[in-house]
C-alpha cells in the first residue's frame, strides 16, 4: 500500500472536521490550523490511547476522541440540563434545546413574524445578526412594521424567541433569505444606552478595537455572556435539527466569497454576506464554533 503524504492526511482531517464536527483547537491550535503541526498533535493522542499513529482523525480515533473531550474538558462553556425541557421546530417536528429560557411562536405569549412556507426548505446556513434595538420585544415591532421577519430573536437576559418554523423563509438578510436560518441578538449598539441595560441586566461589556472590513469601529456595547451561552445553545440545536454543519468562515471580520455567493454552508455573520453591514462584529466566531461543538457532543450523543 502506498504511503499516505502529509497533503493527504491534511485533507482527511479537513473532511473529517467537517463531517464529525471537531476543530484544532481540541488539540492547542488555531480553529483553522490544518498543518503538519495538527498531523503532529493527533498522532501524539493516537500514541497515548494506543491507536495506530497515522495523524487521522478516522472512526476509531473519533471514538476515542469523543470519549475524552466529553469527560475530560477543562472549560466547560456552559451547564447543561440533563434532559431538554424545550424544542425548535422544524418541518413540524420538534427537536431538543438544551437551554431553559425559551418561548417558541406556537406558544402562548409566543411571537411570529413575516414568512413564507416552503414545504421541504433545507437550510444550508445560519445568518447571525445584532438587532440595534433596545429590547428583542422592540426589534419584533420594528421587523412587523417593516415586513420583515427571522427565525430567532435572542434577548438580553438570555431568551430565545422563535418566530418562525425552520422550514419557512423569513426576511432577515437580502439575497440570502431562500437558504438560510437567521437570529438577531439583541443590543442597542450605541453606548448611550448603557445606563439603561445596567439598570435593568447589570452592566454591558462595551467592546472596543473591533475592526470589521478593514475599518475600526468605535466602542460600542457588545453581548452580555448569557447571550454567548444561548447563541451556542442554539446553534447546537439547530445544526442537530437541519444538518447545518457546525463550520464557520476561515474569512475574519469582512466579506466571505463562499458567504457572499451562498455557497456556504455553516454559521456566519451578516457581515460575512455584504460589505454594507458590520453586524455583529465583534462576534467570536471560532469561540462559538468550538462551544456548540462540545454542546453538541454532549447533548446530543452525535459521536455514538
Not at 411571537?111 to 446556513?125: F, I
Not at 435572542?154 to 418562525?164: D, E, F, K, P, V
Not at 445596567?198 to 468605535?218: A, D
Not at 445544526?239 to 464557520?248: D, E, F, K, R
Request: aromatic share 12%; glycine share 6%; hydrophobic share 35%.
Amino acid at each position: 500500500m502506498p504511503e499516505i503524504t502529509l497533503e493527504q492526511k491534511i485533507q482527511y482531517n479537513l473532511s473529517s472536521a467537517r463531517d464529525r464536527g471537531w476543530c484544532p483547537s481540541w488539540f492547542g491550535l488555531d480553529t483553522n490550523d490544518y498543518s503538519q503541526q495538527l498531523v503532529e498533535r493527533i498522532e501524539e493522542f493516537q500514541e497515548e490511547y494506543d491507536l495506530d499513529p497515522d495523524g487521522m482523525i478516522g472512526p476509531s480515533t473519533w471514538r476515542r476522541l469523543v470519549t475524552y473531550v466529553t469527560r475530560n474538558q477543562i472549560d466547560k462553556p456552559l451547564d447543561v440540563p440533563a434532559r431538554a425541557s424545550n424544542f425548535i421546530s422544524y418541518k413540524g417536528r420538534d427537536f431538543p434545546l438544551f437551554w431553559s429560557k425559551f418561548l417558541r411562536f406556537d406558544d402562548e405569549n409566543g411571537l411570529s413574524c413575516r414568512q413564507r412556507k416552503v414545504r421541504g426548505r433545507k437550510p444550508s446556513y445560519f445568518v447571525n445578526h445584532w438587532d440595534v434595538c433596545k429590547s428583542s420585544l422592540s426589534c419584533h415591532r420594528v421587523l412587523a412594521k417593516r415586513k420583515l421577519g427571522v427565525h430567532f430573536l435572542l434577548s438580553s437576559n438570555g431568551t430565545i424567541y422563535q418566530l418562525a418554523d425552520l422550514e419557512s423563509v423569513c426576511y432577515h438578510a437580502s439575497g440570502h433569505n431562500s437558504n438560510s436560518v437567521g437570529v438577531e441578538i439583541n443590543t442597542a449598539y450605541s453606548l448611550r444606552y448603557a445606563e439603561y441595560y445596567k439598570e435593568k441586566y447589570g452592566q454591558r461589556p462595551i467592546w472596543s478595537g473591533v475592526t470589521v472590513h478593514g475599518k475600526t469601529l468605535k466602542p460600542f456595547l457588545g453581548f452580555y455572556d448569557i447571550q454567548i451561552q444561548a447563541l451556542a445553545a442554539l446553534w447546537a440545536a439547530v445544526s442537530y435539527a437541519t444538518g447545518i454543519p457546525l463550520q464557520v468562515p476561515t474569512t475574519k471580520n469582512r466579506v466571505d466569497r463562499l458567504c457572499s455567493s451562498g455557497d456556504f454552508h455553516g454559521f456566519c455573520a451578516h457581515y460575512h454576506l455584504t460589505r454594507r453591514k458590520i453586524d455583529p462584529a465583534g462576534l467570536d466566531f471560532d469561540r462559538l464554533q468550538e462551544m456548540a461543538i462540545l454542546l453538541k457532543l454532549q447533548c446530543y450523543n452525535v459521536g455514538d
